[in-house]
């Protein structure tokens, strides 16, 4: 069979009406897996689900915020009932929050706790942990899974800026470590992916300007990555498939997997 067949996977994505867990929704299908599309904005979920239908794969829309247990419930029980027992959770819902970006004009120490937590508790609770604990058990219970948590280079070593964020990621990569240690002996895998520069909905701000030319961070980024450019969101579908498939990827967890055109690798 296939190394990267996903025929027999039910695969859960949260943030999927987003670009980068939109891809790998889509990715996710093409390589046969039924797809969960999970988001708290219905319309970027539903379109995301026409395209995945349109392609010929097999995907259904489930409504929940990813930091509040309740909705993950509700949408983990309506997604058993109309795909079947998830075998595979890949969490892309995240993002800096403007709010707790540091500037000149929002200092570091003027950084208000409530949005602080805020930001963080979406990059780590929505994204890793609550996820994480409702959909990790019945995996573990069925003795198969993949979980795949979604970092960042900032989880490595902190980008200026975005602190909370950058704090809430490296805490994604400990969380991942954890859990694939916890539930390695009981047939679930927990790895993350991390992605260098992508442009997308979140971080759009940060890297454009109003009239859409690149901002000097936009600038900075390029010239630390040796590809010398951004990346595009398909370029992470590979690294999902491959991390999500039992025959592909079975004997690997507790890994960090970098596509980033080389950021990581660089110094001067
Ligand atoms: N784009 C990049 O360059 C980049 C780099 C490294 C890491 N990441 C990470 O990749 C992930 C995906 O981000 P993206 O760049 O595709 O951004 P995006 O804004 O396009 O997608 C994020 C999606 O998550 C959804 N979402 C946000 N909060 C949610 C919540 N509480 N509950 C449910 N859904 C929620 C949004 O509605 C959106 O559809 C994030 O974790 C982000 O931090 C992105």
């Known amino acids: 069979m296939d190394l990267f067949d996903l025929h027999s996977e039910v695969a859960v994505v949260i943030g999927a009406g987003g670009v980068l867990g939109g891809a790998i929704a889509s990715g996710f299908a093409q390589a046969g897996?039924?797809?969960?599309?999970?988001?708290?904005?219905?319309e970027a979920g539903q379109a995301r689900?026409?395209?995945?239908?349109?392609?010929?794969?097999?995907?259904?829309?489930?409504?929940?915020?990813?930091?509040q247990r309740e909705t993950l419930a509700a949408a983990h029980a309506g997604i058993r009932e109309a795909l079947g027992d998830p075998t595979v959770l890949l969490n892309a819902a995240g993002g800096n929050?403007?709010?707790?970006?540091?500037?000149?004009?929002?200092?570091?120490?003027?950084?208000?706790?409530?949005?602080w937590h805020a930001n963080f508790d979406l990059n780590l609770v929505g994204g890793a942990l609550l996820p994480c604990q409702e959909f990790g058990p019945g995996m573990v219970a069925r003795g198969h899974g993949s979980i795949v948590n979604i970092a960042s280079v900032s989880a490595h070593l902190p980008l200026?800026?975005?602190v909370s964020y950058s704090a809430a990621k490296a805490a994604v990569l400990s969380l991942t470590r954890f859990l694939a240690r916890e539930w390695a002996p009981k047939g679930v895998r927990v790895?993350?992916?991390?992605?260098?520069?992508?442009?997308?909905?979140q971080n759009r701000k940060l890297l454009f300007n109003d009239d859409g030319s690149p901002t000097e961070r936009t600038r900075q980024i390029w010239s630390h990555t040796p590809m010398n450019r951004f990346g595009e969101a398909q370029e992470l579908v590979g690294a999902a498939v491959f991390l999500a498939s039992p025959r592909a990827s079975g004997f690997v967890t507790g890994a960090d997997l970098r596509v980033d055109g080389g950021f990581l690798a660089q110094t001067i």
């Open 97 to 115: 929050d403007p709010k707790v970006t540091v500037t000149p004009e929002n200092p570091f120490e003027n950084i208000r706790l409530e949005h």
């Open 33 to 42: 897996a039924k797809v969960a599309v999970v988001d708290f904005v219905p």
């Open 160 to 162: 200026s800026r975005v």
């Open 49 to 67: 689900v026409k395209a995945i239908r349109e392609a010929g794969g097999t995907a259904a829309f489930f409504a929940a915020n990813a930091v």
């Open 191 to 201: 790895n993350s992916i991390t992605p260098g520069f992508f442009p997308a909905g």
